[in-house]
């Protein structure tokens, strides 16, 4: 069974850091692209950022470029972003999802509170 | 960007109704097109790929179809449990979009 639990949200002040983790398992993480995505508070779906197999190539909404690192560890089944510069719209559920374009499976997401 | 308009934005049916979900692209996409669903407290779950292709397992009262900008997802009876809200989500060019979603009610 494909399984992705994501970590590390909470609350974050405004130009603050927070990390967020995904462990991936049931499926060879190391072949598949990975991405991020994100849904503010009763609204829609926004992707954020992807990364191919091996690291070497990510590609990021133009509203967190220069802020957000997504990055991953093939021998730890991990995906990470990292989330520096925070703004208040920025306020969401985080969802690791498996796939550069098609989504095909989908964490149970980690709600980030960007707040002073 | 590639722009994705759903429509309509809500919609009210009863079981057993016969719905149908559009969705333009601000350019052409070709076949390039998903359809996920997404339940209340709950992450989405991808439906249909490459415009037409129902996720394996998944009943067959769901469908898609169209090409180029304009595509549409029809649930051809509907169920108790596919009231929802659904998006669409172009992958043929970066950054990925998805529509602004169709919350599908009961009546």
């Known amino acids: 069974e494909v399984k992705l639990v994501e970590s590390g949200g909470g609350l974050v002040q405004p130009g603050g850091s927070l990390r967020l983790s995904c462990a991936a398992s049931?499926?060879?993480?190391?072949?598949?692209?990975m991405s991020w995505v994100r849904q503010a508070p009763g609204k829609g779906l926004e992707w954020v950022a992807n990364?191919?197999?091996?690291?070497?190539?990510?590609n990021y909404v133009d509203s967190v470029k220069g802020r957000f690192t997504i990055s991953r560890d093939n021998t730890k089944n991990s995906l990470y972003l990292q989330m520096n510069s925070p703004r208040a719209e920025d306020t969401a559920i985080y969802y690791c999802?498996?796939?550069?374009?098609?989504?095909?499976?989908w964490g149970q997401g980690t709600l980030v509170t960007v707040s002073s | 960007d590639i722009h994705m308009t759903q429509s309509p934005s809500s919609l009210s049916a009863s079981v057993g109704d016969r719905v149908t979900i559009t969705c333009r692209a601000s350019?052409?996409?070709?076949?390039?097109l998903l359809w996920y669903q997404q339940k209340p407290g709950k992450a989405p779950r991808l439906l249909i790929s490459?415009?037409?292709n129902l996720q394996s397992g998944l009943p067959s009262r769901f469908s898609g179809s169209g090409s180029g900008t304009d595509f549409t997802l029809t649930l051809s009876s509907l169920q108790r449990e596919d009231f929802a809200t659904y998006y669409c989500?172009?992958?043929?060019?970066?950054?990925?979009?998805f529509g602004q979603g169709t919350k599908l009610e009961i009546k």
């Open positions: 989500q172009q992958n043929y060019s970066i950054p990925r979009t």
């Open positions: 049931g499926f060879t993480f190391s072949n598949s692209w």
């Open positions: 350019q052409n996409i070709i076949n390039n």
């Open positions: 990364i191919k197999q091996d690291g070497s190539y990510t």
């Open positions: 490459v415009a037409s």
């Open positions: 999802v498996k796939g550069g374009g098609s989504f095909d499976c």
